[in-house]
């Protein structure tokens, strides 16, 4: 028996919008995304850096993020080729120009060291360069840098552009945005989420999927899912012909991502600060010496834009996805520093549960 109220998904950025484009590829027939601010603009994902980036992220002791993070690179092309179905002309390229880890002194050279024996054991493809031979990757590279590793296989993308493409493509499907409209609360019955509350309004749901980033805690009516905010500040730089990096280049203080519109994305702090939004003096000083002592040529590029976003942080930074405690209500969120990585692989699955579907259905 068909139920007419809709599925309903809580924040309208990478994560919710995803969900609610595939849920409609899949037959939903009614599916409504709450968004707080504006869809697509007002998430981390605005200000994140697009990189898609498993085996430079690996850790020693989070082998199944990496693990997963694979899996859902893996998935981009599958996920892309199904968006340019739906909105051929705004899904973004994915850039698989791999990434360097680079070293400007001992320390950080003998702690690419023990990364790159990490990665060798775990049979993590890597390549541990020279400076020299880093500088032929990116001659851009500052002679400070004494040697890098190379991972060929990561891979980055325009991620405002791909929240746009999505957000387009959930609404050309048919999907209902309401936007600047903040969910207060999930209203449970019988140990079943039947509705959310909004203002002084209240929508029934069919199935609702809780997908507000680092604000996921502050829904009310359930026990709050744990996951806080950590403060990210970027910086955006206008790159020149002259001054276009080829690829991500990470160092121990700062990455700095090139994005095909001509942005250079340097970044990023991480702070315990609430959601704290000021852009504050210092950090954007040690940002861009950081970049600079790396990449000089940044010295002279224009500042487009300074901002702060809030990755979805758990306490031992694994997403939380799947079918929560409460009949019908899902989650997916607290995806921390790898929302736009994970995008594909949270919303395959997510959508699978909801719809209940076998596993060859829904992408993997
Ligand atoms: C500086 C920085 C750099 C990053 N770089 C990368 C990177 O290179 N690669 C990568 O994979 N990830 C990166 N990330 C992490 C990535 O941005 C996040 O993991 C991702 O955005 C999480 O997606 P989300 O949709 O769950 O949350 P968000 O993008 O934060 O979106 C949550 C949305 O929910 C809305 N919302 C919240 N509460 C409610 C409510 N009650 N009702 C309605 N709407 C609500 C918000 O307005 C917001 O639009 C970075 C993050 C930061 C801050």
Redo the contacts with the bound molecule.
């Keep these: 028996m068909s139920d007419s109220k809709p599925h309903i998904v ?7 919008l995803a969900i609610g484009w595939h849920l409609l590829r899949e037959g939903a027939e009614h599916v409504v995304i ?4 504006e869809a697509a603009r ?4 605005w ?6 980036s498993p085996r430079a992220e690996a850790g020693f002791e989070d082998m199944d993020i990496y693990e997963d993070g694979v899996k859902s690179l893996d998935l981009y092309p599958q996920f892309l080729d199904e968006l340019r179905e739906d909105v051929e002309e705004l899904v973004p390229k994915l850039d698989r120009s791999g990434a360097l880890v680079v070293a400007t002194n001992g320390d950080e050279a003998r702690e690419l060291d023990r990364q790159f024996d990490f990665r060798k054991r775990a049979n993590i493809p890597v390549e541990r360069l020279s400076g020299e031979a880093t500088r032929e990757r990116e001659p851009l590279l500052s002679t400070k840098v004494t040697s890098s590793l190379w991972l060929e296989q990561e891979a980055q993308i325009n991620n405002r552009q791909l929240c746009l493409a999505l957000k387009a493509a959930f609404v050309k499907l048919g999907g209902v945005l309401q936007e600047h ?3 207060s609360e999930i209203v449970v019955k019988d140990h079943r989420a039947v509705a959310v509350r909004f203002g002084n309004e209240s929508m029934e749901a069919q199935s609702i999927t809780i ?5 996921s805690s ?2 009310g009516g359930i026990t709050p899912i744990p996951v806080r905010p950590v403060k ?1 500040q ?1 910086i955006g730089l206008r790159m020149t012909p002259q001054s276009h990096l080829r690829q991500p280049i990470r160092g121990a203080r700062v990455y700095l991502a090139p994005k095909d519109d001509g942005r250079l994305l340097v ?2 702090t991480a702070e315990e600060a609430g959601f704290d939004q000021r852009i504050i003096a210092g950090n954007i000083m040690e940002l861009l010496h950081f970049a600079w002592e790396i990449v000089p040529a940044t010295y002279e590029l224009e500042i487009e834009e300074m901002l702060a ?4 942080a758990t306490r031992n930074h694994r997403p939380i996805i799947g079918k929560s405690e409460f009949e019908n209500l899902y989650y997916a ?1 607290g ?8 995008a594909p692989l949270t919303s395959y699955e997510i959508c699978r549960e909801i719809l209940g579907l076998k596993q060859e259905k829904v992408g993997i």
């Design positions: 809580i924040g309208g950025s990478i994560i919710g709450f968004e707080a601010g007002s998430g981390a994902a200000v994140a850096a697009g990189m898609l409209c903040m969910v997908a507000a980033g680092a604000w502050k829904i990210g970027m970044g990023a976003g809030f990755r979805p969120t995806h921390w520093r790898h929302g736009i990585l994970m």
